[in-house]
């Protein structure tokens, strides 16, 4: 599915449909985008830009309904330029510009134009990294009709970076070169359990296990030394089967081995108060080190 909007010469979205019966032909209002010239604003490389109020109002350019969709993100990213219907009025996405049909322009989303062209011609290891961690926190707070679609719908960005990667090795939505550090996901506080996930879909220790947004705590996880070693924590062997080698979707199993300091832990819920959230406690203890696998 990712070829197609890879190599798309246009994307047609429709952003305001809540399903694919609803199309695409929506009733809109784009007196809601007048812009009004206030300007021309130099950036820091010399570059210049028309500005209008289209442009400072950020809200004209959120709320799609496909934005909380999970196969919409590697669509938008992968598309090369993207046409958008929303009541708001067209709008026009490339990798350099938006552009609003009544007029003001905007820098895209870095998180979305450039991955792609980055990623295809000049890109830095590091970089790469930090932009798929950034992917997976957008991704794993979208939804998905079904479960089992939590991989097949990150596949084509899985093997667009593959190749700018080297021939990596990717694990159920983790890359094997960043290991450890990208293990330190955690899910949001307020992570209510929803529907179970019947079917098996990743090892325990990718993200892509849960059905729930996930995020790397600052103070643990630096996205600045996603690739160094961890102290203490070595990777010995980690390894996933997929129903096809090789498309990045449908895992069966997986493994992961490590060598390391252990230390005791228990861990215990709070009683929970009225209006909060039940974050639990851990508490540990240091008797001894040991190493093990």
């Known amino acids: 599915m990712g070829e197609y909007y890879r190599n798309s010469t246009l994307t047609i979205a429709a952003d305001d449909a809540k399903s694919s019966s609803e199309g695409f032909l929506q009733p809109r209002r784009p007196t809601a985008v007048h812009g009004a010239p206030i300007g021309v604003y130099v950036f820091p490389d010399g570059s210049r830009r028309h500005l209008d109020v289209s442009n400072i ?20 990213v992968l598309s090369s330029r993207i046409l958008h219907y929303t009541h708001k009025g067209l709008f026009w996405e490339c990798r350099t510009e938006s552009w609003h049909e009544a007029g003001g322009s905007r820098r895209p989303y870095s998180e979305y134009q450039t991955v792609q062209s980055r990623a295809e011609h000049e890109f830095d290891q590091q970089e790469l990294s930090w932009r798929w961690e950034s992917l997976v926190l957008n991704y794993s707070s979208r939804q998905l009709s079904v479960l089992t679609d939590k991989l097949p719908a990150l596949s084509g960005l899985a093997a667009m970076y593959k190749e700018a990667h080297g021939q990596k090795k990717y694990l159920a939505g ?6 450890p550090r ?26 892509a296990s849960m059905n729930a947004e996930v995020y790397y705590p600052e103070e643990e996880y630096d996205m600045l030394n996603i690739l160094k070693p961890l102290p203490g924590f070595n990777i010995v062997d980690a ?6 080698p090789g498309s990045f979707m449908h895992v069966t199993e997986g493994y992961i081995i490590v060598i390391g300091t252990l230390y005791s832990a228990r861990y215990f819920n709070r009683e929970h108060q009225p209006g909060s959230v039940d974050r639990g406690s851990l508490e540990t203890s240091f008797p001894g ?5």
């Open 57 to 76: 109002n950020m809200g004209l350019w959120t709320g799609s309904k496909l934005e909380g969709r999970a196969w919409t993100l590697q669509e938008r």
């Open 174 to 179: 983790i890359w094997a070169h960043e290991m």
């Open 182 to 207: 990208c293990l330190m996901w955690s899910v949001l506080s307020s992570y209510k359990p929803s529907e179970p996930v019947l079917a098996y879909r990743a090892p325990s220790w990718s993200w």
């Open 239 to 244: 390894d996933v089967k997929e129903r096809s």
């Open 289 to 293: 080190l040991h190493k093990g696998e």
